[in-house]
């Protein structure tokens, strides 16, 4: 049984071969510079996702994590030179408020340290008539209101906001941020449920 095969075959000059067949390399995946472009993401884009996968985004780590952000985020907006200067504050509060309760302890001894005095009666005022002056001239003299101090914030209330304000901060972060000891922090934390 012999059959016979009948082959055809196209046959192309070189200037008609570009023509008719595509010379271009499609089907390898490799995508033009202006292809990767149109699909990188927006800043809008990227902060939507941002959002999307806040919580799933580790919280420290050499990468990949919130760590690494504002690290790397700090050094492109000089962060560290106001976070230097709040640390210089922290500290200048920390030595003013040791100072102030050496001041009250010094006051307490030295109110502690004064006799009492014997009752004095109080000098009776013979009463006077009013003296009425003619055409008087009064002036009014304003005295600007001191301003109210500021309302201080027990510890106890500042930790408290603090885990209301940063759920998922460990406790050497929120110690170091309230100036705090890592104890009393947890003890606020049990008593609170925190």
């Given at each position: 049984m012999s059959n016979n095969i009948k082959l055809n075959k196209d046959v192309f000059n070189k200037n008609s071969y570009t023509k008719v067949i595509d010379t271009k390399f499609k089907e390898l995946g490799v995508k033009t510079v202006e292809e990767q472009i149109q699909e990188q993401p927006s800043v809008q884009e990227f902060f939507n996702m941002y959002n999307e996968l806040f919580f799933q985004i580790n919280e420290l780590g050499p990468t990949n994590s919130h760590e690494f952000l504002v690290k790397t985020s700090g050094e492109y907006i000089n962060f560290s030179?106001?976070?230097?200067?709040?640390?210089?504050?922290?500290?200048?509060?920390?030595?003013?408020?040791?100072?102030?309760?050496?001041?009250?302890?010094?006051?307490a001894d030295f109110v502690s340290s004064i006799p009492e005095l014997p009752d004095i009666p109080e000098p009776e005022i013979p009463e006077s008539e009013p003296i009425e002056?003619?055409?008087?001239?009064?002036?009014?003299?304003?005295?600007?209101?001191?301003?109210?101090?500021?309302?201080?914030?027990?510890?106890?209330?500042?930790?408290?906001?603090?885990?209301?304000?940063?759920?998922?901060?460990?406790?050497?972060?929120?110690a170091a941020r309230l100036n705090l000891s890592k104890s009393f922090i947890k003890k606020i934390k049990k008593e609170n449920n925190l």
């Open positions: 030179a106001e976070n230097d200067i709040i640390l210089l504050l922290q500290a200048e509060i920390a030595t003013l408020r040791e100072q102030l309760l050496e001041a009250q302890k010094q006051s002056i003619p055409n008087p001239v009064v002036e009014t003299i304003t005295q600007p209101q001191p301003a109210a101090p500021p309302k201080t914030i027990s510890n106890k209330q500042r930790v408290i906001d603090d885990f209301k304000k940063y759920p998922k901060s460990t406790k050497n972060k929120r």
